[in-house]
């Protein structure tokens, strides 16, 4: 299958970002998709960047949410035509070529959405231990709200055709919008699966991450989305 590039649309989402940006769009424009960048309320000046790169960049007035964030970039995609559309973080942490692969398993299975593992066999992954227990505790957290066992739930690197994204609509402003997306994907019966993918922490990464207090505070609102939404 050839892929047209120009109908892949990829949302960066991003909050005060440094200079990384700029590396991740580059690496996404070489590949020839359209990115969007969706800068939620930024006071860094974060344009400055990557203000002379050929992308469609969007601003929140104020900061929502990452979230809120990727439902703004679903919604400019798909009034530009947009076939397939990507999620993916702003500070460098995924590679460009699973795009292509999680497509094609897409594509070829027959899929809607398919969400990007670094846990599933043959993706590679410098995540610490600490962080991989939080994960793990989260995708019990999910499972318990969507009744699906994910092997890595809280990826930021999901694709999903133009369909699956006419009936998603992000409720969940912030972190918790992993939980929003997984449960709209079950209640409407979306077509989904996993791909494994590489996940590399820099330095910048880990610090940009979830830290452990917050995971804390996302399982709370995790719970009070499974019994309130």
Same mark, same amino acid.
């Given at each position: 299958?050839?892929?047209d590039?120009?109908?892949? $649309? ?8 440094s ?27 974060? =344009? ?26 679903? +919604? ?8 397939? !559309?990507? *999620?993916?973080?702003? +500070? ?13 398993? !897409?594509?070829?299975?027959k899929?809607? $959405? ?9 993706a ?5 231990? *600490? =962080? =991989?227990?939080?994960?793990h505790?989260?995708?019990? *957290?999910? $499972?318990f709200?969507?009744?699906?066992l994910?092997?890595?739930s ?14 998603i ?9 992993s ?11 979306i ?27 996302i ?8 019994? $309130?939404?």
């Open positions: 299958m050839t892929l590039a120009n109908k892949i $649309f990829v949302i960066v989402p991003c909050y005060n970002e200079c990384i940006i700029s590396n991740t769009i580059s690496a996404l424009l070489q590949q020839g998709y359209k990115v969007i960048v969706v800068d939620d309320g930024s006071n860094n000046n974060c =344009r400055e960047h990557f203000s002379t790169m050929p992308v469609y960049y969007l601003q929140h007035v104020i900061n929502l949410g990452q979230g809120a964030a990727i439902q703004t970039g679903i +919604d400019f995609a798909l009034q530009k035509g947009a076939e397939y !559309l990507v *999620t993916f973080d702003a +500070d460098g942490q995924h590679d460009v070529k699973d795009i292509g692969k999680m497509i094609h398993k !897409l594509e070829a299975e899929l809607e $959405f398919v969400f990007g593992s670094r846990f599933l066999e043959g590679q992954t410098n995540v610490d231990k *600490t =962080r =991989r227990a939080l994960l505790i989260s995708r019990f *957290t999910n $499972f709200i969507s009744g699906v994910l092997s890595d809280n990826n930021g690197l999901r694709v999903f055709t133009s369909a699956a994204a006419n009936q609509h992000i409720k969940e402003n912030r972190r918790t919008h939980s929003d997306i997984i449960y709209q994907i079950v209640k409407k019966k077509r989904f699966g996993e791909a494994p993918v590489n996940v590399e922490y820099s330095e910048y990464s880990r610090k940009k991450g979830i830290q452990n207090a917050e995971g804390i505070s399982f709370i609102n995790m719970l009070i989305y499974k019994f $309130f939404r």
